[in-house]
Nanobody
Framework: QVRLEEFGGGLVRDGGSLTLSCTYS?????????VAWFRRAPGKDNEFVGS????????TYGDSVKGRVTISRDNAKNTVNLLMNSIKSDDTDVYYC???????????????????WGQGTQVTVSS
């Protein structure tokens, strides 16, 4: 059974930085999973933040965060990290990590292509 769990949310100052972590537990090697970060405000759809492939570690970033976000992974520690700089009020959201098998093709930006989700972590930007 695959389990993903997010850590690191909370209150962040406008203009500051944020690091979120997503940990994996399951029977298969973590490297077999592509992991993405999405965020969602109440009443809105999931917004793609970025992703990192299990094999090779190629990253993709959403337009709204491009240049401010870096996603990395440590397969030995079953962890994916998201670093966001130049935080602004629009970044206030619940952030979710999601996982899918690397054998699944198609755009990494589509939330419906991810079978596994964490419970989410709230990020609130304060001025």
């Amino acid at each position: 059974q695959v389990r993903l769990e997010e850590f690191g949310g909370g209150l962040v100052r406008d203009g500051g930085s944020l690091t979120l972590s997503c940990t994996y537990s399951g029977e298969e090697s973590f490297g077999r999973y592509t992991v993405a970060w999405f965020r969602r405000a109440p009443g809105k759809d999931n917004e793609f933040v970025g992703s990192i492939r299990g094999r090779g570690g190629a990253t993709t970033y959403g337009d709204s965060v491009k240049g401010r976000v870096t996603i990395s992974r440590d397969n030995a520690k079953n962890t994916v990290n998201l670093l966001m700089n130049s935080i602004k009020s629009d970044d206030t959201d619940v952030y979710y990590c999601a996982g899918r098998s690397t054998i699944i093709s198609g755009a990494v930006t589509h939330p419906l292509s991810y079978a596994y989700w964490g419970q989410g972590t709230q990020v609130t930007v304060s001025s």
